[in-house]
């Protein structure tokens, strides 16, 4: 079932949203001992919502664009009312006291939020391992990861729990789990969704973004959450409009970035996105190859100015103004420093990298540095845009990987990243559209556009995805 | 290369603890980051650090009814409050 199948159905009254939600609420309850995508089920709240929905069907008035719709939301963006962990300990006992933009937008539209689901802790990681309440699997394959941070969201569409969800992309963060989990995956142009109630990680970097079974679904999603916010200072005037049609094969001018696929990148990923490639070519595409200098600074650049901007970001985590107090009577630092231990390896890790990137002494060397790297690596984009309308590439150079094999090796576990994190460092938005499998390991190919071209996103995405379904 | 000294600092401006064994764990963790990081020694700063992903606007500085509660709710998250007041440690040695 898609969004539209949906808005039919209920118009039509072939079904009510009460029985749609409690289908979702259902498949949460048979599926969630083997995926565990949730760290919370709102079903009370659920239920009043599509009370809500079927209240305006009876008044026959017009139905809101997601009315109906089951929606699960990463739990680093607030629900009111509802706990909110960040995947972390720290934050084990925190209630969201107020509605996060993008939720108060869904709620506006008619959705049906089920629940919050499982994430690397405060974001940090590519697998979900690092969570603080245990790993998500992939529905495809349980003994795989699901990919993270938002692997819970990924897994809640891909086990068909609830038909959309809402992530949060740092540096792939959406992207790369909706490829390991055959979904549809998409991070925006920065500034063009709100960040007012999403828990910070990399304040320059953070976007939240949509996951949907369906590049259509995805979009109904982003019209919804995405417009100006005056909650947030880097909310962006941008307005989406009308669903878009699919491009024509011939208008796509497609660009290969060769560091792409690069020694690193594995064979069988690579098979999968070259005969996608060749399929679009055969359809009138016109493929050619450009070159994105900066891809190899890019990621260590990604990691200076994430790690920086989360140490940062969390030294609020003081246990005092958020849960977790320990004995008041020790000296001020001891009390932080017994407060945060709470946090993981991951999140340690990070915050130290961070202040150390950010101390005298280094901070030329490191965050300055890695700034640069973001202006060469806007260059590199521009002159690529200037020979071709979209990029596209694989996502990760991986295919998902068998859980534990990579959470003991944090550099390894970065380099999952290497294909995404340009599109957080630059801005520009990005797309996972499923376009494969190797032994029921998905594959997802990476579509990238200028800055604010969602639309020719969206469209590209549609034309792959038709012509991936065509056999 | 970092020393174990140097993550000792680091660890008290992060107020991050970190136990005798966890030194040298981290300082190894740290390590193999860093030597990564090493890539970026190639690049040449040219020009204003501060890339600007848009522009930041800001709103009115206006002073909004909330509803009733709300600040309630949001003083609740800490486990150290004393009224409405969040109490912490004496920060200064008098």
């Given at each position: 079932?898609?969004?539209?199948?949906?808005?039919?159905?209920?118009?039509?009254?072939?079904?009510?949203?009460?029985?749609?939600?409690?289908?979702?609420?259902?498949?949460?309850?048979?599926?969630?001992?083997h995926?565990?995508?949730?760290?919370?089920?709102?079903?009370?709240?659920?239920?009043?919502q599509?009370?809500?929905?079927?209240?305006?069907?009876?008044?026959?008035?017009?139905?809101p664009?997601l009315?109906g719709?089951?929606?699960?939301?990463?739990?680093?963006?607030?629900l009111?009312?509802?706990?909110?962990?960040?995947?972390?300990?720290?934050?084990?006992?925190?209630?969201?006291p107020y509605?996060?933009?993008?939720?108060?937008?869904?709620?506006?539209?008619?959705?049906?939020?089920?629940?919050?689901?499982?994430?690397?802790?405060?974001?940090?990681?590519?697998?979900?391992?690092?969570?603080?309440?245990?790993?998500?699997?992939?529905?495809?394959?349980?003994?795989?990861?699901?990919?993270?941070?938002?692997?819970?969201?990924?897994?809640?569409?891909?086990?068909?729990?609830?038909?959309?969800?809402?992530?949060?992309?740092?540096?792939?963060?959406?992207?790369?789990?909706?490829?390991?989990?055959?979904?549809?995956?998409?991070?925006?142009?920065?500034?063009?969704?709100?960040?007012?109630?999403?828990?910070?990680?990399?304040?320059?970097?953070?976007?939240?973004?949509?996951?949907?079974?369906?590049?259509?679904?995805?979009?109904?999603?982003?019209?919804?959450?995405s417009?100006?916010?005056?909650m947030?200072?880097?909310?962006?005037?941008?307005e989406?409009?009308?669903?878009?049609?699919?491009?024509?094969?011939?208008?796509?001018?497609?660009?290969?970035?060769?560091?792409y696929?690069?020694?690193?990148?594995?064979?069988?990923?690579?098979?999968?996105?070259?005969?996608?490639?060749?399929?679009?070519?055969?359809?009138g595409a016109?493929?050619?190859?450009?070159?994105?200098?900066?891809?190899?600074?890019?990621?260590?650049?990604?990691?200076?100015?994430n790690?920086?901007?989360?140490?940062?970001?969390?030294?609020?985590?003081?246990g005092?103004?958020?849960?977790?107090?320990?004995?008041?009577?020790?000296?001020?630092?001891?009390?932080?420093?017994?407060?945060r231990?709470?946090?993981?390896?991951?999140?340690?890790?990070?915050?130290?990298?961070?202040?150390f990137?950010?101390?005298?002494?280094?901070?030329?060397?490191?965050?300055?540095?890695?700034?640069?790297?973001?202006?060469?690596?806007?260059?590199?984009f521009?002159k690529?845009f200037?020979?071709?309308?979209v990029?596209?590439?694989?996502?990760?150079?991986?295919?998902?990987?068998?859980?534990?094999?990579?959470?003991?090796?944090?550099?390894?576990?970065?380099?999952?990243?290497?294909?995404?994190?340009?599109?957080?460092?630059?801005?520009?938005?990005g797309?996972?559209?499923?376009?494969?499998?190797i032994?029921?390991?998905?594959?997802?190919?990476?579509?990238?556009t200028?800055?604010?071209?969602?639309?020719l996103?969206?469209?590209?995405?549609?034309?792959v995805?038709?012509?991936?379904?065509?056999? | 290369?970092?020393?174990?000294k140097?993550?000792?600092?680091?660890?008290k401006?992060?107020?991050?603890?970190?136990?005798?064994?966890?030194?040298?764990?981290?300082?190894?963790?740290?390590?193999?980051?860093?030597?990564?990081?090493?890539i970026?020694?190639?690049?040449?700063?040219?020009?204003?650090?501060?890339?600007?992903?848009?522009?930041?606007?800001?709103?009115?500085?206006?002073?909004?009814?909330?509803?009733?509660?709300?600040s309630?709710?949001?003083?609740?998250?800490?486990?150290?409050?004393e009224?409405?007041?969040?109490?912490?440690?004496?920060?200064?040695?008098?």
């Amino acid at each position: 079932m898609t969004i539209r199948d949906i808005q039919e159905g209920l118009k039509n009254s072939s079904f009510s949203a009460r029985e749609l939600a409690l289908a979702s609420l259902e498949r949460i309850k048979t599926e969630e001992p083997h995926v565990h995508a949730f760290l919370e089920v709102t079903g009370e709240k659920a239920l009043a919502q599509a009370q809500e929905v079927d209240d305006i069907i009876s008044r026959k008035e017009e139905l809101p664009p997601l009315a109906g719709v089951s929606c699960s939301l990463k739990d680093a963006i607030l629900l009111e009312g509802v706990r909110c962990t960040a995947g972390s300990r720290m934050l084990e006992h925190y209630v969201a006291p107020y509605d996060a933009t993008v939720v108060s937008r869904l709620k506006r539209a008619g959705a049906v939020i089920v629940g919050k689901t499982n994430m690397d802790e405060f974001g940090m990681g590519a697998s979900t391992e690092h969570s603080a309440f245990g790993p998500t699997h992939n529905p495809r394959n349980l003994s795989v990861v699901p990919g993270g941070s938002s692997g819970g969201s990924a897994a809640s569409v891909a086990a068909q729990e609830c038909l959309v969800s809402l992530g949060e992309d740092t540096g792939g963060s959406v992207r790369l789990p909706a490829s390991f989990c055959g979904v549809v995956g998409m991070k925006p142009t920065y500034g063009t969704v709100s960040r007012s109630g999403i828990i910070a990680l990399a304040s320059s970097l953070d976007q939240v973004g949509p996951f949907g079974n369906s590049v259509e679904d995805c979009e109904r999603v982003f019209q919804v959450i995405s417009g100006k916010d005056n909650m947030d200072a880097t909310s962006i005037l941008y307005e989406y409009g009308d669903i878009a049609e699919p491009a024509s094969a011939p208008s796509l001018k497609i660009g290969v970035p060769r560091e792409y696929f690069a020694k690193g990148l594995d064979p069988r990923v690579s098979q999968i996105i070259k005969e996608t490639l060749d399929k679009l070519s055969n359809a009138g595409a016109s493929i050619i190859e450009v070159s994105l200098p900066s891809t190899a600074q890019a990621l260590a650049a990604y990691y200076v100015i994430n790690t920086s901007e989360v140490s940062s970001n969390l030294a609020r985590y003081d246990g005092i103004r958020y849960g977790n107090a320990s004995e008041m009577d020790s000296s001020f630092a001891e009390v932080l420093m017994a407060n945060r231990e709470v946090f993981g390896n991951e999140v340690r890790r990070r915050i130290m990298l961070g202040t150390f990137a950010l101390s005298a002494g280094y901070y030329e060397a490191y965050y300055k540095t890695a700034q640069e790297v973001r202006k060469l690596l806007r260059d590199d984009f521009a002159k690529a845009f200037s020979q071709a309308n979209v990029l596209m590439g694989p996502v990760s150079p991986f295919l998902p990987f068998p859980l534990g094999e990579k959470k003991e090796d944090p550099l390894s576990m970065y380099l999952v990243d290497m294909y995404t994190v340009s599109a957080n460092l630059t801005g520009i938005p990005g797309i996972s559209v499923p376009v494969g499998s190797i032994e029921n390991l998905p594959v997802g190919i990476q579509i990238m556009t200028p800055h604010f071209q969602e639309r020719l996103l969206f469209s590209t995405a549609k034309t792959v995805e038709q012509i991936v379904k065509a056999r | 290369m970092i020393t174990q000294k140097q993550v000792q600092h680091v660890a008290k401006l992060a107020h991050i603890h970190l136990g005798e064994e966890e030194v040298d764990t981290m300082t190894q963790e740290l390590r193999s980051v860093l030597q990564y990081f090493s890539i970026l020694s190639q690049v040449k700063v040219k020009h204003d650090p501060l890339v600007s992903q848009g522009v930041l606007s800001g709103r009115e500085d206006v002073a909004v009814q909330t509803e009733e509660g709300k600040s309630k709710k949001i003083l609740s998250a800490s486990s150290s409050l004393e009224g409405s007041v969040i109490k912490v440690s004496q920060l200064f040695d008098r």
